[in-house]
């Protein structure tokens, strides 16, 4: 837990979301400034800044996570239909929160870009 850590307050219930998935490993809930229809931020409960914070010892998150976003996009129906997911890593790539995450992103045509 860092205390200065967005995400990891919403973990801990410090700070207010709407929860879309949770189990003992990854926490999913609503993006506060959805860009679509659907726009889900799937993060480990555990405090991981980035994917360059990735360690062998908890890699295995990533595979947590994807399973996460297998059952939230069946959970709001568009698993068939299709979704994007997308992970910001460093400034370059606009990451804003220092804590894991990926953007299950869906319920509109996307084009070739996207955030
Ligand atoms: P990134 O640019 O990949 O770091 O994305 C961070 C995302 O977290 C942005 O889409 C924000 O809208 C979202 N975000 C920031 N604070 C919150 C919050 N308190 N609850 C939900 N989503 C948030
Ligand atoms: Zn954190």
């Given at each position: 837990m860092m205390q200065d850590c967005v995400f990891c307050r919403?973990?801990?219930r410090q700070l207010p979301s709407t929860v879309v998935y949770e189990d003992d490993k990854v926490m999913a809930f609503n993006d506060i400034n959805?860009?679509?229809p659907i726009h889900v931020i799937i993060i480990p409960k555990e405090h991981i800044?980035?994917?360059n914070?990735?360690?062998d010892n908890n890699a295995s998150v990533m595979g947590d996570?994807?399973?996460a976003a297998k059952k939230i996009?069946?959970?709001?129906g568009v698993a068939d239909k299709g979704y994007r997911l997308i992970n910001n890593c460093g400034p370059d790539a606009g990451q804003t929160?220092?804590?894991?995450?990926y953007h299950l992103i869906a319920g509109v045509k996307?084009?070739?870009k996207i955030i």
């Open positions: 919403i973990v801990n959805p860009v679509a800044a980035s994917v914070d990735l360690t996570i994807h399973l996009a069946e959970k709001l929160v220092f804590h894991l995450h996307l084009g070739a």
